[in-house]
């Protein structure tokens, strides 16, 4: 009252006065100072309004309009009112984010005149143009761009903005950042497309079990692999399929998983087909668990085994018939599984190594247990059997060194090796104590070397009776002949002999110098007579 006075003329306050009642009112004073000519105050008429009401429904207004704004502040994403013709009303600061401008630079404006991409501007128009038109509120995705060229895709709610009348009068909207979130959506569909196209590649039977309702839901192998033709089951009706020796054991073994928060669980067990018969599986599954730990789900795989369970008690068996006739007969049986490193000897091979029967045993004894003087030829033998390029037959002869008597045996042993693509696995055969036999052919060879001797012996007699004997025969050819050229001789000795007698008659005495002669001839006879004897 007082400024209004010293200034002079149109005069308006609002203040709370008390009344008869004691309550306070609020007022408004609107009135007119009048002065004279020199200025000083000369009336002051006015009037008083009763506002009590209007300053309520002023602060009820206020108080909206602040928990409005808050709420529209704290909402995510992008929250915003327009009129008719597509001005913006209000905004909250996702908005400000988006458009890159303040509130008072944007309300009262368009998008085609706020958004630097006029383009996505007229769609964003044309769609709030639809929906008021049509008066139904929409769910919709839109592409947007922000100001530093980030691109983004809005989940928006739009609905018509409705008078108190329900008329139409513009639009409001809520827009969220989906981009993320749609980002993940395509990363889960093309995991969940290779997850179905793993499923039908599969001949396993995939199980998803959803723990809240017992629910399982199953894939086509179920049918395939077991006749089932049922797509969705409950957890008991998988249970009431498992044979009933199996069953107990089965269910403690996956709630044992599931109750102590295990997270993986398999096992073995009996499946019933869906004509009645069984088939060997195994089951392997996982737990999902929720950020406390709490089971929700759990996916697996059932493997059908009946196959393999009827070959291994086929080569069971025709292990058993193997182990019944190696036992029956001389022949030790040995297995090197090269995966585990294992070496499987019956008692009857350890007994060759000289190894009691319920010792364990590993490679290093069978190449400790090898005569040095053996042990490269062997182990040249056993490499070239488990040699994928070679393949050759593991056919080797080599001592042994007992490990607990000391005693030096002789073993034969052949195998082969098991290949799988390309990689040998396993080297299996079998081995037989030849100890007696080497013995044996030890003391053949010796005796056939002290028949050769003798032999040699009796070669070289014979060979030195032969010669004399060839020799004898020689003289006595040379006597044969001698004795007839003697007997030859003699008989011209003789002739000669009685020539000269008969001359030594008829001469007498008459003429002694040719008896001398003639006696001369005769006693050179008997001389020459002599050499033929």
Known sequence: IAEALARGGRYAHQYRVRRTDGDYHWIE???????????????????????????????????????????????????????LEGRLLIGNQGTTDLIGKLPSDYVGRTDVELLDDKTQAAAVMATDRRIMAG????????????????QAIWLSTKAPLRDAEGKVTGLVGTSLDITDRKAIERSHRE????????????????????????????????????????????????????????????????????????????????????????????????????????????????FDLTDRKKAESALYESEERLRLATEASDIGFWDVDLVENLLIWPPRTKAMFGISSDVAVSLNDFYAGLHPDDLEK?????????????????????RTIGKEDGVIRWVAAKGRGVFDDGTCIRVVGVAI??????????????????????????????????????????????????????????????VVV???????????????????????AAGGAPRAAQLTQ
């Not at 996956?254 to 009996?270: K, L, N, P, S, T």
């Not at 030594?504 to 003639?518: E, I, K, M, N």
Request: glycine share 6%; net charge negative.
């Open 135 to 150: 008066g139904v509120a929409e769910q919709i995705e839109e592409e947007v761009s922000f100001p530093d060229g980030r």
């Open 191 to 302: 995991i969940e497309e290779r997850y179905r196209l793993a499923i039908r590649a599969t001949s396993d039977v995939i199980w998803d079990w959803r723990m809240v309702d017992g629910h399982v839901i199953w894939n086509e192998a179920l049918a395939t692999r077991f006749g089932h033709d049922q797509a969705e089951t409950s957890a008991q009706w998988w249970l009431d399929h498992i044979h009933p020796d199996d069953r107990a054991r089965i269910d403690a073994s996956i709630h044992a998983v599931i109750d102590h928060g295990g997270e993986a669980w398999f096992d073995e067990y009996r499946f019933c087909r869906a004509d009645g018969s069984y088939a060997f599986v195994l089951d392997r599954g996982a737990v999902l668990r929720d950020g406390a730990g709490a089971p929700v789900r759990m996916i697996g795989a059932m």
């Open 29 to 83: 004073a609107n009135g007119h100072v009048d002065k004279n000519d020199e200025g000083v105050p000369v009336s002051f008429p006015g009037v008083l309004i009763d506002i009590d009401e209007r300053r309520r429904l002023e602060a009820e207004r206020d108080r909206a309009e602040a928990l409005l704004t808050n709420f529209v502040q704290a909402l995510p994403g992008v929250v915003y009112a327009k009129d």
């Open 378 to 398: 062997t182990s040249l033998a056993f490499a070239a059997a488990a040699d994928p390029e070679q393949r050759a037959l593991y056919d080797v002869e080599y």
């Open 433 to 494: 104590d030849v100890t007696a036999r080497k013995a044996a052919e030890k003391e053949l060879r010796e005796l056939n070397e002290r028949l050769e001797m003798r032999v040699a012996e009796e070669v070289a007699e014979r060979a030195k009776a032969e010669d004399a004997l060839r020799q004898s025969q020689k003289m006595e050819a040379v006597g044969q002949l001698t004795g007839g050229i003697a007997h030859d001789f003699n008989n011209m000795l003789a």
């Open 498 to 520: 009685g020539s000269l007698d008969l001359l030594s008659r008829r001469l007498g005495d008459s003429d002694p110098r040719a008896v001398r002669y003639v006696e001369a």
